[in-house]
């Protein structure tokens, strides 16, 4: 008889596959040292097992391909874009669900800023695929209504010590950092403060729908948007990468942080 190596991702319907990778943390906390976070030590193997599978062939490492080493809060990004980093706030419902960072809405709508993005500056954005791209949050703590009553962490969370250092170990490597809101942007303040040197573009926008819709009501040329649906938000977007690329064009390219 065959041996057939189990899959371990088959868990019953019944079963939230969130809780028994929850679960599996727990237990893996027990072998750690007193000073390694779990972020870190997972972290450590996904960027193993990437360069690992990078080496084999180009588009081998993205997250649907590494369902065991996911983290909800960050993605190290292949080697094709992996000198530029994006920052949000904090993973939420989803990105908890799906154990990766930049999830449903919010990382299509970033795979739709990327294609403006690149278009303009592909030595800073050279793909349009978002997991091409070191993904981070100003926090690593999951927030969303109806687990922590918010949908962002307080500035408290985000200046911890132990959070900044973890952010900055995060981003280490790269020579862009664009931030992403409020959040994100306090983050990168305080990691700049604790030593890094790259470029950081600030964008004061959040790519959720509801901030884009409620927020946007003129397209790139100031014209009011008629459109709905997906064509409204591909206008709506255009306007945040309009922004972006300002910022971008009045930034010194010495490479030097600027926030």
Known sequence: MTNRRRNPTNFPKSISVARVL???????????????????????????????????????????QLPHFWLPHFWPGSSKARHTAIVFACPGQHEREQRRPVAETTGKNLNILLEFLNQRHPEIFPSTNRYDYVL????????????????EPENSEILTPLNVARLLRDIS??????????????????????????RVIPCNWHLSFSRLNTSIPTDAAGNEIQEEGHAATVKRIEVVAAEILAEIETQPTSGLAKT
Do not use: W, Y
């Open 173 to 198: 490597g790269c020579s862009t950092v664009l931030t992403m809101g409020r959040c994100a942007s306090v983050a990168l303040d305080a990691v700049v403060q604790q030593g890094f040197s790259g």
């Open 22 to 64: 929850d679960d599996a943390e727990a237990r893996l906390r027990t072998v750690l040292r007193p000073d390694e976070s779990i972020h870190t030590f997972i972290r450590d193997a996904v960027m193993a097992e990437i360069a690992k599978r990078e080496a084999l062939a180009p588009g081998l490492a993205r997250p649907e």
């Open 136 to 151: 981070a949050n100003s926090s690593d703590q999951v927030h969303f209504n109806e687990l922590t009553d918010d949908t």
